[in-house]
């Protein structure tokens, strides 16, 4: 049981590329969640999936998409990375069963230069 | 915009005092509330949870407290440990619903 896993754990990109960051659980969770976290803030959320085939904006969704591609993979891409991009983003889970525990993953830390 | 706050960034405690972290929330629609610790480098981890018809919820070590009347929450942990070194977030969201608003974070040191 891997809980919520995330790939990759560091990534550099120039301004403009483009790359998407992978979410896997195994923890059957029906909802999916991408957050940044900036240094010296909490997390903010960017999109979310409250089920396979569904996905909406979060707090700040400009300048990324996601893909639910099934029950345990939510990815998050970015098609031109901005330096204001930089940040640690994290992949959460949660099941429908009245409790707010998101699992967490370790995390992406993104350097966008 | 509504938000979740927290009164002190840093708190610094002696191992084995009870440590208190409090977070102010102003959404009066929210009626879920949570605590996080986040250790360097690794993700947020549920502590505990609380929703609004309670006032006061125990766990292991640790007690959430809810005041709705002035929108305030807090975390207590009891007899500190150096494993409890962390950022502890608080977070607020609707039942039902699916947003989870984090607070900026409180980070605990705990001196030996």
């Known amino acids: 049981n891997a809980g919520v896993t995330q790939t990759p754990k560091f990534q550099v990109l120039k301004t403009g590329q483009s790359m998407t960051l992978q979410c896997a659980q195994d923890?059957?969770?029906?909802?999916m969640y991408w957050y940044r976290q900036d240094p010296g803030m909490g997390l903010r959320l960017i999109y979310y999936?409250?089920?396979?085939?569904?996905?909406d904006k979060g707090e700040v969704p400009n300048g990324y998409n996601v893909s639910r591609l099934n029950k345990r993979e939510f990815s998050l891409r970015l098609e031109s990375a901005a330096p204001s991009q930089t940040s640690v983003y994290f992949c959460?889970?949660?099941?429908?069963?009245?409790?707010?525990?998101?699992?967490f993953g370790p995390g992406t830390r993104l350097t966008v230069t | 915009g509504e938000s979740v706050g927290l009164h002190l960034p840093t708190l610094s405690v002696q191992e084995g005092d009870n440590s208190i972290i409090n977070c102010a929330y102003s959404?009066?629609?929210?009626?879920?509330f949570i605590w996080y610790k986040q250790e360097s480098g690794k993700g947020p981890q549920f502590i505990i949870d609380?929703?609004?018809?309670?006032d006061k919820r125990q766990g292991q070590r640790v007690t959430v407290l809810l005041n709705k009347t002035v929108k305030h929450l807090s975390l207590q942990i009891a007899a500190t440990q150096p494993g409890d070194s962390a950022v502890y977030f608080c977070?607020?969201?609707?039942?039902?619903?699916?947003?989870?608003?984090f607070g900026a974070g409180t980070r605990l040191f705990v001196k030996a």
């Open positions: 959460a889970g949660r099941t429908s069963s009245g409790s707010d525990e998101q699992y």
């Open positions: 923890m059957n969770h029906n909802s």
């Open positions: 999936s409250a089920s396979e085939g569904t996905t």
């Open positions: 959404n009066s629609a929210s009626d879920y």
């Open positions: 609380i929703r609004s018809n309670m």
């Open positions: 977070a607020e969201r609707n039942t039902g619903g699916f947003k989870t608003i």
